[in-house]
């Protein structure tokens, strides 16, 4: 009668030996103080260069005030604007080669900036005074946006007309996840797609306002 042991659990045993031994995943790390970060932690913005930096509660905490002169914390904020008035024409006053948007005020171009994705990244463009005053005066919630570091997101490709008060870091998400998608001229398939999941991912979380 033979005697061998069965391979099957030496072979399970070994399986979970490797399944345990694997690298564990890298954690990233605040950019101040280099404290362990979870995954979902605190985003602040370098003025100078509007840089995202990633940052501890403890760290994030010194930037609150919005007199901060070197970096700002950016809110975690998401709200989707149900009443937002912006009408074709207003829209088209704004002069942007395509319908998704993010405008927020830059206290060092002392103004709002318009930033849409493209195949380089976010690419800035100058909003026409009269247009920005317009769009305030229908829709007064503008005033509230905490400078440099909160924004009005727009996006109306095709039949959507979505309207969002987030954080910076959110719309630069956005255009990094459509830079790794881009495909051509027109962006390709795989960009409409990214587009579709990131609002609807978007909208899911928000609160209305």
């Known amino acids: 009668m ?18 345990f031994a694997q690298p564990r995943p890298r954690r990233e790390h605040c950019d ?13 913005l370098e003025l100078a260069n509007r840089r995202l930096v990633c940052a ?16 700002r914390r950016v809110p975690h904020r998401v709200q989707l604007l149900v009443d937002f008035r ?7 006053a704004l002069h942007l080669p395509i319908d998704l948007a993010f405008f927020l005020h830059s206290t060092k171009a002392e103004r709002v900036l318009a930033l849409y994705p493209s ?6 463009s100058l909003v026409p005074l009269e247009a920005w005053q317009l769009l305030v005066e229908e829709n007064p919630i503008l005033r509230e946006l905490q400078p440099d570091v909160e924004a009005l997101l727009v996006n ?5 007309r979505d309207h969002y008060r987030v954080g910076v870091d959110k719309c630069y998400e956005l255009v990094g996840l459509l830079r790794t998608h881009w495909r051509g001229l027109s962006g390709g398939p795989a960009v409409w797609e990214a587009i579709r999941r990131f609002f609807a991912d978007l909208r899911g979380g928000a609160g209305h306002a």
Do not use: M, Q, V
């Open 32 to 44: 101040l103080c280099d404290a362990e970060l979870a995954e979902r932690h605190a985003h602040l």
């Open 156 to 160: 109306r490709i095709g039949e959507a």
């Open 86 to 92: 912006l009408p074709e024409e207003t829209w088209s």
């Open 119 to 124: 195949p380089g990244g976010a690419t800035e």
């Open 56 to 71: 501890c509660d403890a760290c994030a905490i010194l930037f609150d005030n919005p007199a901060s002169t070197k970096y």
């Open 2 to 19: 033979s005697t061998d042991i069965p391979d099957a659990p030496r072979l399970s045993a070994l399986a979970s030996l490797r399944r």
